[in-house]
């Protein structure tokens, strides 16, 4: 991918923008871009550049994610939804050997709540710190859709970054980086390493204490292939290497305090709308990740930003759980989209409305005139109460969670709950 058209190759002390932004250490990469902890010796104070590929089609959607990031900027700053969406500080263009690439400046966050996901080994985040994320994202979501007229598109863990309140001293006591400047330390090697550092792999971590030698072989199993699983669905950087191996962001924001009371703090903010649009277009293209993505978007209606809040239920019942609400396999008889819409009919009830079951482009290859589905004959249905009782772990009552999901996952999207009208459930507040 470093080639005409792709990644820009960055050295460790590297300068973009006249020598205003020193790079030193690399936090992520994706689809389009890699991203890296730089210095800003104008406001003197890091921050992170975000590096796309000089393709046109990746300059000209980087394009588009700047003024996406500029309205969110000039809308309301004032709005409480406005600090849990990543900002955009600057931008500019570079001249590089491989083209001409857009950057995009932001302030330095943290690790994304996949690698909480993973930290807490696929077992489910503590509750009380789920609340806080869904209390936070719902009041991000808020504003990008009624303030700023902003359809998100791609909402899942790994694009919801923790915020670092004191970046600088972690920077310091971590990597020895003082402003500019970085301190030799012997395991430097790389010159383009990235800030990941290898941890034992999730296998030797799990807590296995109590269980039996077929329990534990049955749970180490079971483990190992989710891990595998993992390492297909995703796309982006700081993941697991062909090992296994968890590859976690060093700018994990509690430094390596194990204590979960360290968790009270938690702040986070939606990132990457690197495939956000406005509301007023009217799309009906392929949106979202496999496991959030919604019953419209898979039937090929015109979505709406209701759809953001049907991927927000996926990724809140994964933080909770560890585990995937939906995850579609395809068979010989079957795609792996009509599975998706059947695990959606088995948990919701056959509630997709006429709309959605005939008149879309899709709707005729999954559903006959009766509106039985073509494909997949027998539907075992379940509800969520039950699904969560066979999955969460932990203490908190199921009714009201039952309750507070439901409405984000209406099948019917007009029906589906918005933003605005969940943001106040007595879940958030338990
Ligand atoms: P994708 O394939 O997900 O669309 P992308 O090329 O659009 O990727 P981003 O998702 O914006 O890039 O960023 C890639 C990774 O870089 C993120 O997953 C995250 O690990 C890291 N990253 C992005 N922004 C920041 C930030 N402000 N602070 C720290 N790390 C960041
Ligand atoms: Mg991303
Ligand atoms: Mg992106």
């Keep these: 991918d470093y080639k005409q058209g792709g990644y820009h190759r960055v050295l460790i002390g590297d300068t973009l923008q ?39 089609r990746f300059t000209q959607g980087a394009k588009e994610e700047i003024s996406l990031l500029e309205k969110i900027h000039s809308t309301n700053i004032d709005s409480p939804g406005y600090q849990h969406v990543a900002q955009l500080l600057d931008h500019f263009e570079h001249e590089g050997v491989n083209g001409t ?3 995009m400046v932001f302030e330095v966050l943290g690790e994304s709540l996949l690698s909480l996901i993973k930290r807490f080994k696929y077992r489910g985040i503590p509750t009380a710190m789920v609340k806080k994320v869904a ?16 359809i998100h598109t791609d909402l899942k863990p790994e694009n919801v970054l923790v915020y670092v309140p004191n970046v600088e001293t972690l920077l310091q006591d971590r990597f020895h980086i003082h402003g500019a400047e970085t301190k030799p330390t012997s395991d430097e090697g790389d010159k383009t390493s990235t800030a990941a550092t290898s941890e034992p792999s999730i296998l030797e971590q799990v807590d296995t204490k109590g269980l039996t030698k077929n329990q534990k072989k049955k749970l180490k199993k079971k483990l190992k292939k989710k891990i595998q699983h993992r390492r297909k669905t995703e796309s982006t950087g700081n993941r697991e290497n062909k090992d296994g191996i968890v590859m976690s962001s060093v700018l994990d924001f509690t430094a390596g305090d194990q204590d979960v009371n360290a968790y009270e703090n938690i702040v986070v ?60 396999r395809p068979s010989s008889k079957y795609s792996k989209d009509d599975d998706h819409i059947a695990q ?6 056959d509630t997709l409305p006429p709309r959605l079951k005939h008149d879309c482009e899709f709707s005729h290859e999954f559903f006959n005139k009766d509106g039985n589905m073509l494909h997949i004959k027998k539907l075992r249905y ?17 009714d009201l969670l039952t309750q507070f999901l439901t409405p984000m996952l209406q099948l019917d ?17 338990d």
Aim: charged share 25%.
């Design 269 to 328: 903010k939606i990132a990457d709308l690197g495939n956000a649009c406005w509301m007023k277009d009217e799309c009906n293209h392929l949106i979202q990740t496999r496991e959030y993505r919604s019953p419209e978007v898979i039937l090929g209606a015109n979505w709406t930003e209701k759809a953001d809040l049907w991927s927000l239920a996926c990724m809140l019942f994964e933080l909770m759980t560890g585990e995937f609400l939906f995850d579609p």
């Design 413 to 429: 999207d007009e029906k589906r709950a918005s933003a605005a009208s969940i943001m106040n459930h007595p879940w958030l507040q």
């Design 382 to 398: 379940r509800n969520l109460h039950d699904v969560l009782e066979e999955t969460y772990r932990g203490e908190d009552k199921l």
């Design 344 to 349: 959606m009919v088995e948990l919701m009830g």
């Design 18 to 56: 006249d020598g205003r932004y020193k790079i030193q250490l690399k936090l992520g990469w994706g689809h389009f871009s890699t991203v890296w902890l730089a210095y800003d010796s104008k406001l003197e104070r890091h921050c992170a550049v975000k590096i796309v590929k000089s393709a046109r």
């Design 101 to 103: 690439h857009v950057c």
């Design 135 to 150: 209390d936070q994202v719902l009041l991000g979501l808020d504003y990008l859709h009624r303030e700023c007229g902003i």
